[in-house]
């Protein structure tokens, strides 16, 4: 008896050790492949010349800065191999100056080495006017850099700069290197090949990207951590929907990472329920807003440029109308019924962090006002067709924002409230690989802003918000002739606005300096009424539960702690 139930053990062992070999091999190729979604896919592999946060997370895979930031807001070195004091010689006593230790043997993924002189190139590359980089603004403060050695690099301002942490630093810092970038180094920069197949010192390398559909990586067999990454491959795949990236997340397990779940709540809960992984959020700058564009779209230049500020919107330029608009958004209704628990309503440009945050600032909701608004500034309905309008002029406007369920539910409520006080309103949804795409030759892309109004999400990739707010300068306007690179794309220009920005690059007083950026805030959103917040949103993500090891902040992308991500 006991011989014939070690003969039907044996016999059982055989059987299920016959597939064994094949099923091991199929279950360590799955384990070993990390697989990232993004419904807006990534167009190019260059920081520096997209506007895009689906092209800086794809490119923070492969690409590094000196420094970043975690959610504490504590600095976390990438290639600086120490943080600058004044205790060692880093930061210069009067301020103008700070001096970088860079890491030794760090090398590209294809061997050549990293040193002080990729850094200033970078800077070069970055500042070039030909290049049209699109975080050029970071970089305005400096005078030159200049590499002291091969591993020190020394960032000399134009004067005083308490914000001397900036430069070079998170997904606006991305280092590029000076071997594959020097011949691009002018109006061709985004004919360069290294925008397409970056070399970088990161964990990754990336093997295959064919533009708004995939990119293939395979770990860098140079990176300085010999016992990372962890993953043999990793396949971003791009397009589709949000929805969709979160259901093979959430609820098939078909996905490790959903990238920007701009998704319903109800529905991200629903999907959630799918048991396979988890939406994890974390409120950081981003807000959702419409922007108002302070010249005519319809207008066109001699030179044949549209929304060019020789030509001030026939409407917006009274500012009676932008408050009527700005009190006709129904914040709260978006907020709770398109965000729920990721996001909330605000009426502040800057929200985060919470020094920052205005308190001088109040939205509401009220069409009775914005139509008193609108008659006092001279618009009515003087043909009956439901339109106000005013000097043969018709109060229409053309709403523009990126494909998204989300985006669009709110474009109807928009509509549907700027229609109750008598204007019209024509939708427009564009491709996100477009609409974000800085390509400068493209006319649907957020930098041309050939519409009245758009809607889209950003904010400031810094715990300090100095860059983000030079966004509003007069001398960042998108237009022609920095071939529509720049970030202020609704053309607003203030005088005094430029000027505050001035001190603030100057005022070493942190108590003074807070109390500016509350003012730029307060300009552009109550005073001037150039802005028009919505929602402050969280940056929701869908994760495996089968992957461990990320570690969001709210100032870099999600993915620039990859090198770190695993399977349990």
Not at 351 to 367: A, G, I, M, R
């Amino acid at each position: 008896m006991t011989r014939y139930y070690i003969l039907i053990l044996l016999s059982l062992l055989c059987l299920t050790g016959c597939n064994s070999p094949d099923s091991a091999v199929l279950q360590s190729n799955q384990d070993s492949t990390l697989k990232l979604l993004y419904w807006q896919a990534p167009t190019i592999l260059n920081p520096h010349l997209s506007n895009g946060y689906k092209d800086s997370e794809a490119s923070r895979i492969t690409l590094e800065p000196l420094t970043s930031y975690d959610k504490n807001g504590e600095m976390v070195l990438f290639l600086a191999a120490e943080v600058p004091t004044v205790e060692n010689g880093g930061i210069a006593a009067d301020g103008k100056s700070v001096t970088w230790k860079l890491k030794r043997n760090v090398k590209w993924s294809d061997g050549t080495p990293f040193t002080a002189a990729d850094v200033v190139f970078t800077y070069e590359f970055i500042t070039n006017p030909a290049v049209g980089s699109t975080t050029a603004s970071t970089y305005k403060t400096i005078k030159n850099v200049e590499a002291i050695d091969d591993y020190t690099v020394k960032v000399n301002f134009k004067d005083v700069n308490p914000a001397w942490f900036l430069v070079f630093s998170g997904s606006d810092g991305i280092i590029l290197p000076r071997h594959l970038y020097q011949d691009f180094n002018g109006a061709n920069a985004r004919q360069a090949p290294a925008n397409l197949m970056p070399v970088g010192t990161g964990p990754y390398q990336v093997v295959e990207f064919k533009p708004g559909d995939t990119v293939v990586y395979q770990p860098n067999p140079n990176f300085r951590e010999a016992d990372k990454p962890y993953f043999e491959r990793v396949e971003l795949k791009g397009g589709g929907d949000a929805t969709s990236a979160a259901r093979a997340v959430l609820q098939t397990g078909d996905g490790d990472y959903a990238y920007n779940l701009q998704v319903e709540a109800p529905v991200l809960k629903r999907l959630e329920a799918g048991g396979k992984g988890k939406v994890v959020a974390i409120f950081g700058a981003l807000v959702e807003r419409i922007l108002i564009n302070q010249t005519d779209p319809n207008q066109q230049a001699p030179s044949g440029e549209r929304s060019s500020v020789k030509f001030p919107h026939p409407f917006f330029k009274d500012k009676r109308v932008r408050q009527a608009f700005n009190l006709a958004l129904d914040r709260e209704t978006i907020a709770q019924q398109l965000y729920g628990p990721t996001g909330k309503a605000t009426g502040n440009f800057l929200v985060l962090p919470e020094q920052y945050k205005s308190p001088n600032t109040t939205y509401e909701f009220n069409p009775k006002k914005a139509v008193a608004l609108l008659e006092e500034a001279g618009w009515k309905d003087t043909n009956g067709n439901g339109i106000r309008d005013k000097d043969g002029v018709e109060m229409t406007v053309l709403f523009q924002t990126s494909v998204n369920p989300v985006r669009q539910k709110t474009q109807e409520i928009v509509k549907q409230t700027l229609a109750s006080i008598g204007v019209g309103v024509e939708l427009k949804s564009i491709d996100a690989s477009i609409y974000f795409s800085g390509d400068p030759a493209n006319t649907d892309t957020n930098q041309r802003f050939y519409a009245d109004l758009q809607m889209f999400t950003t904010g400031n990739d810094s715990p300090d918000p100095g860059a983000y707010l030079k966004t509003y300068t007069c001398d960042e306007i998108s237009q022609k002739a920095n071939q529509w690179s720049r970030k202020n794309v609704a053309r607003y220009c203030n005088p005094k606005y430029d000027q505050l920005w001035q001190q603030s690059t100057k005022e070493l007083d942190p108590e003074k300096r807070r109390k500016i950026f509350i003012q730029m805030n307060d300009l552009l959103v109550k005073d001037d009424v150039v802005v028009l917040p919505i929602v402050h949103r969280a940056d929701a993500a869908g994760f495996s539960n089968q992957l461990e090891g990320y570690d969001l902040t709210p100032w870099d992308r999600n993915t620039w702690n990859i090198m770190d991500w695993k399977r349990k």
